[in-house]
Structure formats: structure tokens, C-alpha cells
């Protein structure tokens, strides 16, 4: 099947720059596909022909060697390393696969395929890029000088279902008690804070806690790329935009946060602060929007608020700490810190309240 294979690679290739004046489509290709082997005298079955249309479908349109892992639902990342090999983390654990490229040049074709549709470039002058595609995967990629041993691409998936409270408990991310006892929260309006490190599951977390919000409450999400997934008919999504090819365009999350501020949201969901827009989510969590969802990086609870009075402090406005150690204090109330454990699982390892009256920050751990 491979020398099969090969023969209408040759054939095939030929036969779509001719049709398209150098620019292949993809809806040719079954068609030539059939005339190919029909012509080559290759007796193939419908089983075959559809097998072979969606492998070249892949290696000319689409993301080649690695889209059988993107069709796989349990496995959440792909992680191409150079010519070094590809990566996976299937079902909480990362995983080698056979797959290799042949050079970098194919892993930049496969780069640029992805990012070109979204607005984006990439080269040597900007050697970094982060999008989002349509079925909502972040795609992270960097190449040399960069990247020292070739080209890198990363892409998260999501699922397209709405991930709800019952999820975490069926994930074990968390027991029923503590899942309903942040459900009540939620819905008692009571500001959170998740907090985690990389790839601990926050966002998905965020997801499942937002889910809990009434379907009569308006719900304004602020996200770098749109991941969450919320049912509710009233929701609101932002994205941030980083600047054009001309440096120009940007915006960030700060700016979004202030839109919000102006769209009479009854909650602000924001995917994540890393910065200065850490002191305008804890002054619309201070000014009236009380239940509103955030994430953080941070290693426990009782950090996350250290960090978080760090990134407030990057907002510029030169307050004095105590007046931002009063914001905090008074806008988030709960903080539920994630780990991932070595077997690959997400967590909830912290579910904390925090007293107002702390000094400069007190917590009370919650064992529901």
C-alpha cells in the first residue's frame, strides 16, 4: 500500500497544480483522486479510497502527520519538538509517538498553515506566535533563532462540550461535597479566585464553576484565547488581539476589562491576569460585580493573593500597598487552589476563604 501510496502522491500533486493554477484545493481532491488510480489502473475499495482521500486531505491541506492525534478525544496536547519527535498528553499523561518530521522546513509549512487563515505570520523578524483555531485549539509555535533545536508548535485542545460541576467530580478533580459546595457559592455570588500552575486544569475549573451562574445573570468572558465554553444565553465573549504585522491594533485584557465594565455585565469571567489588569478586576469585584470568576498562576492559596497583590502593583497607579492589600481583601472572598499530581490528574487540593479583616491576608481552610 505504501508504493500505492507514493505513485498517487506523484500523480496527485501534478494533477492539483495543473487544475489550479498552482494553488491546490481540497475539493479537488477526491475527485482527481478517483481519475488517478483509475487511470494508473490501481484497483482500490471505497474503504481504501476514503482512507487514501483523507491522508492526502492531511498532508496537503490540512496539519499532515499529526491531525490522527488531533482526531484522538482523549488526547489533549501536541507537542512537536523540532525533528526531535512529537509528544502527547493523552488522558492527564505525556506520551512519545512515532511520528517524526523530515526537516523543519515541513514543520514550518504545517506552522504557517495554521496561523496564515488567523491574520498571523510568522518569521524570522517575529519568531513567535500564539492563535486560536476555529474549533477553538490554542496554537502556540517558535522557530530558530528562537528556538536553538528547530522549530516548536504546541496545540491545546478543549472540548466542545460545556464542562459543568458534575464533570469535576467525574474527573476526580474534586469530591461531590466540595463541587457542591462551590456550586453554592457561585450562585451566592461570592468572588473567586483559581489558582494553579501550568496546565493544572484552572481554566477548566473556571469553566465548570462559571456553569453554575443563573441563566438570567448577563456574563461578560475576557480571555487571551477563547476557551471557555459556558450554556447560558446571555454570555458575552472578548478576546484579546495582539498587534498587527505593523505593531499596531492591540488590545489587552485591561482594555477589554474597562469595555466590560460598560456592557452591564452581572458577572466578569476572566480567563486569566498575569499583570497590571489584576487591579481593574479587583475594582469591578469592589465596585458591584460581586461573583465574579478569575485564575492565576500560583504554587498554594495563601500565594496566589501575595501574587496577585504583585500584579496589581504593575497596574502603574502608584497606590500605596495597603490600599491594594484592602482591595484584595475585600474582593476576593474564595480562593480554590488546583495541583496536577505526578499520575497525570488534576486536582483541588485548597479550597479557602478569605477574612476581610486579615492582616495583611488571612485565610480559613474549607473542608466541605
Same mark, same amino acid.
Given at each position: 500500500?505504501?508504493?500505492?501510496?507514493?505513485?498517487?502522491?506523484?500523480?496527485?500533486?501534478?494533477?492539483?497544480?495543473?487544475?489550479?493554477?498552482?494553488?491546490?484545493?481540497?475539493?479537488?481532491?477526491?475527485?482527481?483522486?478517483?481519475?488517478?488510480?483509475?487511470?494508473?489502473?490501481?484497483?482500490?475499495?471505497?474503504?481504501?479510497?476514503?482512507?487514501?482521500?483523507?491522508?492526502?486531505?492531511?498532508?496537503?491541506?490540512?496539519?499532515?502527520?499529526?491531525?490522527?492525534?488531533?482526531?484522538?478525544?482523549?488526547?489533549?496536547?501536541?507537542?512537536?519538538?523540532?525533528?526531535?519527535?512529537?509528544?502527547?498528553?493523552?488522558?492527564?499523561?505525556?506520551?512519545?509517538?512515532?511520528?517524526?518530521?523530515?526537516?523543519?522546513?515541513?514543520?514550518?509549512?504545517?506552522?504557517?498553515?495554521?496561523?496564515?487563515?488567523?491574520?498571523?505570520?510568522?518569521?524570522?523578524?517575529?519568531?513567535?506566535?500564539?492563535?486560536?483555531?476555529?474549533?477553538?485549539?490554542?496554537?502556540?509555535?517558535?522557530?530558530?533563532?528562537?528556538?536553538?533545536?528547530?522549530?516548536?508548535?504546541?496545540?491545546?485542545?478543549?472540548? %466542545?462540550?460545556?464542562?459543568?460541576?458534575?464533570?469535576?467530580?467525574? &474527573?476526580?478533580? +474534586? *469530591? !461531590? #461535597?466540595?463541587? =457542591?459546595? $462551590?456550586?453554592?457559592?457561585?450562585?451566592?455570588?461570592?468572588?473567586?479566585?483559581?489558582?494553579?500552575?501550568?496546565?493544572?486544569?484552572?481554566?477548566?475549573?473556571?469553566?465548570?464553576?462559571?456553569?453554575?451562574?443563573?441563566?438570567?445573570?448577563?456574563?461578560?468572558?475576557?480571555?487571551?484565547?477563547?476557551?471557555?465554553?459556558?450554556?447560558?444565553?446571555?454570555?458575552?465573549?472578548?478576546?484579546?488581539?495582539?498587534?498587527?504585522?505593523?505593531?499596531?491594533?492591540?488590545?489587552?485584557?485591561?482594555?477589554?476589562?474597562?469595555?466590560?465594565?460598560?456592557?452591564?455585565?452581572?458577572?466578569?469571567?476572566?480567563?486569566?491576569?498575569?499583570?497590571?489588569?489584576?487591579?481593574?478586576?479587583?475594582? %469591578?469585584?469592589?465596585?458591584?460585580?460581586?461573583?465574579?470568576?478569575? &485564575?492565576?498562576? +500560583? *504554587? !498554594? #492559596?495563601?500565594? =496566589?493573593? $501575595?501574587?496577585?497583590?504583585?500584579?496589581?502593583?504593575?497596574?502603574?497607579?502608584?497606590?500605596?500597598?495597603?490600599?491594594?492589600?484592602?482591595?484584595?481583601?475585600?474582593?476576593?472572598?474564595?480562593?480554590?487552589?488546583?495541583?496536577?499530581?505526578?499520575?497525570?490528574?488534576?486536582?483541588?487540593?485548597?479550597?479557602?476563604?478569605?477574612?476581610?479583616?486579615?492582616?495583611?491576608?488571612?485565610?480559613?481552610?474549607?473542608?466541605?
Amino acid at each position: 500500500m505504501t508504493g500505492v501510496r507514493e505513485r498517487l502522491e506523484r500523480a496527485l500533486l501534478l494533477r492539483l497544480r495543473d487544475a489550479s493554477d498552482g494553488q491546490p484545493r481540497a475539493d479537488q481532491l477526491g475527485t482527481l483522486l478517483r481519475d488517478i488510480a483509475a487511470s494508473e489502473r490501481i484497483v482500490l475499495s471505497t474503504a481504501e479510497l476514503r482512507a487514501l482521500e483523507r491522508y492526502f486531505d492531511d498532508r496537503f491541506f490540512g496539519l499532515g502527520a499529526i491531525a490522527p492525534l488531533l482526531r484522538d478525544d482523549r488526547v489533549s496536547e501536541v507537542m512537536v519538538n523540532g525533528t526531535r519527535g512529537v509528544w502527547i498528553e493523552r488522558d492527564g499523561q505525556v506520551e512519545a509517538t512515532p511520528i517524526r518530521f523530515r526537516d523543519a522546513d515541513e514543520i514550518l509549512v504545517l506552522i504557517e498553515r495554521l496561523v496564515a487563515p488567523l491574520g498571523r505570520r510568522i518569521d524570522v523578524a517575529q519568531p513567535l506566535v500564539d492563535a486560536r483555531l476555529a474549533d477553538g485549539s490554542r496554537v502556540h509555535a517558535v522557530i530558530p533563532p528562537i528556538a536553538l533545536q528547530g522549530p516548536v508548535l504546541t496545540i491545546r485542545r478543549f472540548s %466542545a462540550r460545556p464542562f459543568d460541576p458534575d464533570d469535576l467530580v467525574r &474527573t476526580g478533580t +474534586a *469530591s !461531590s #461535597a466540595a463541587v =457542591a459546595w $462551590l456550586v453554592e457559592a457561585v450562585r451566592s455570588r461570592r468572588s473567586i479566585l483559581v489558582s494553579g500552575g501550568t496546565s493544572s486544569g484552572k481554566t477548566t475549573t473556571l469553566n465548570a464553576l462559571a456553569y453554575a451562574i443563573g441563566d438570567h445573570e448577563r456574563i461578560v468572558t475576557i480571555e487571551d484565547a477563547a476557551e471557555l465554553r459556558l450554556p447560558q444565553p446571555n454570555v458575552v465573549g472578548l478576546e484579546t488581539r495582539p498587534p498587527s504585522v505593523e505593531g499596531l491594533g492591540a488590545v489587552d485584557t485591561r482594555s477589554l476589562l474597562r469595555n466590560a465594565l460598560r456592557m452591564r455585565p452581572d458577572r466578569i469571567v476572566v480567563g486569566e491576569v498575569r499583570g497590571g489588569e489584576a487591579l481593574d478586576m479587583l475594582q %469591578a469585584m469592589n465596585t458591584g460585580h460581586r461573583g465574579s470568576l478569575t &485564575t492565576a498562576h +500560583a *504554587s !498554594s #492559596a495563601y500565594r =496566589a493573593l $501575595l501574587r496577585l497583590e504583585t500584579m496589581a502593583m504593575m497596574a502603574g497607579l502608584d497606590l500605596p500597598l495597603a490600599a491594594i492589600q484592602e482591595q484584595i481583601r475585600r474582593g476576593i472572598e474564595i480562593v480554590v487552589h488546583q495541583e496536577r499530581g505526578a499520575d497525570g490528574r488534576r486536582r483541588i487540593v485548597e479550597i479557602a476563604e478569605v477574612d476581610p479583616e486579615g492582616d495583611p491576608y488571612a485565610i480559613r481552610a474549607i473542608a466541605p
